[in-house]
């Protein structure tokens, strides 16, 4: 099952890196509103992944893993949240996506992604024993 795990995780950094470019390149960003929050729901859902993979023995014997799943993801959207406002400070750039309410869209849709990736995984797990 972790090897599973695994190749879901390589694949949604893969879809993630490629959807990112052809963002970047044809500014779905700015041209679809919502495109931002689909990346941020698949972002948690990686980070979901990484967690449950990397906690994966621990968590198969915890009944509130979820928690410490989103926990996680919770302390990865808001370090990305940090990180885009540095970068854009730095690069002196901040506007469409410096604002408070986008930060907080972001990290609730970030939530909601390790939510289901996270509800999905352990049910696996729980089934797989």
């Known amino acids: 099952m972790k090897n599973k795990i695994l190749k879901r995780i390589a694949f949604l950094v ?11 390149f044809f500014g779905w960003y700015e041209l679809l509103p919502w495109y931002d929050n ?11 992944l990484v967690a449950v993979w990397g906690l994966y023995s621990y968590l198969k014997k915890r009944d509130d893993a979820l ?25 002196g750039t ?5 604002t408070v309410p986008d930060s907080i869209s972001d990290i609730v849709f970030g939530l909601v992604g390790g939510l289901v990736a996270g509800i999905y995984t352990l049910k696996k797990i729980k089934n797989h024993e």
């Open 14 to 24: 893969f879809g993630i890196f490629i959807l990112n470019t052809a963002a970047s």
């Open 38 to 48: 689909m990346m941020h729901f698949l972002g948690g859902a990686w980070l979901a």
């Open 67 to 91: 928690v410490s799943v989103l926990l996680f993801v919770l302390v990865g959207a808001l370090l990305w949240e940090v990180l885009e406002y540095v970068a854009q400070s730095i690069a």
């Open 94 to 98: 901040p506007g469409l996506f410096a």
